[in-house]
């Protein structure tokens, strides 16, 4: 009996070696809390590539902090409902799709309760678009004109109580961007909640391109799908602005917890 007593006393300075070195995960580490499959292109405006880039980056750091899986890809093809099964949150960085198929699988899966983030250009529409449904899905908004060169500006936080914009103040000082407006407005639309939007004190905005008055919505949700929009996304300088991630933070996890 002491030859046993022996050897467990032995054995525990092992044991707890290994628990230390190798600790048990649990079932809520090992499994995400939702999954982001976000496309981008790595071709055409290089300051739309560059936040691609970091935001790429911004999110994968995001996705360690919170336990949630992020993918990102240039491969559009994976825009079909098979790979869309296990995916909660559809992200565009800086395009959109072009083909049938992709777009199709995509209202496919809105309609069915996925989840949407998008940035700057991935709004873009004009007549050239041939999308209906994207206008609709948008808040009936179409491309009119921006300013330019990117710019800083305020922004006043429409709604404080959406847990997008649950920790940001009355307004927000954003770090420079390329400014979009859009006509008709998409507050106008019944659907749409405007949760930012540019404060008019900006105006007139821009030097080369300027935009002198408007209503200009910068993030929204249309309430009959999951999805968030944001004019934010051109040049190297989006994240630099702390206030304004808490934002892009927010917004992600909103999107993803579906509780």
């Not at 649990?26 to 739309?48: C, I, M, N, W």
Request: include cysteine; glycine fraction near 6%.
């Amino acid at each position: 009996m002491k030859f046993y007593m022996h050897l467990l006393w032995a054995a525990v300075p092992i044991l707890c070696f290994f628990l230390l070195a190798f600790p048990v995960q649990s079932g809520s580490q090992q499994k995400p809390a939702f999954r982001v499959l976000a496309f981008y292109t790595d071709k055409g405006e290089p300051d739309h590539i560059e936040y691609a880039k970091q935001a790429q980056a911004f999110y994968s750091d995001l996705a360690k902090k919170h336990n949630f899986s992020f993918e990102a890809t240039t491969h559009w093809e994976d825009l079909n409902s098979e790979k869309l099964k296990n995916i909660q949150i559809v992200m565009w960085i800086n395009d959109f799709p072009q083909k049938p198929e992709q777009r199709a699988a995509f209202e496919n899966y809105m309609k069915n309760g996925g989840a949407w983030l998008g940035f700057h250009v991935s709004a873009y529409n004009d007549e050239d678009t041939h999308w209906p449904w994207l206008l609709e899905f948008l808040g009936g908004g179409v491309f009119y004109g921006n300013e330019w060169p990117p710019l800083p500006a305020k922004l006043f936080v429409d709604d404080r109580t959406h847990p997008a914009t649950r920790r940001l103040g009355a307004t927000l000082d954003a770090p420079a961007n390329e400014w979009y407006l859009w006509k008709p407005s998409p507050r106008l639309n019944k659907d749409v909640k405007v949760l930012l939007t540019l404060s008019p004190e900006n105006y007139p905005i821009g030097l080369k391109d300027a935009l002198t008055e408007g209503d200009l919505p910068v993030v929204w949700t249309n309430t009959k799908f999951r999805m968030i929009y944001m004019n934010m996304g051109h040049g190297d300088k989006i994240f630099t602005g702390a206030e304004q991630n808490k934002l892009f933070e927010d917004a992600l996890l909103w999107l993803g917890n579906k509780k």
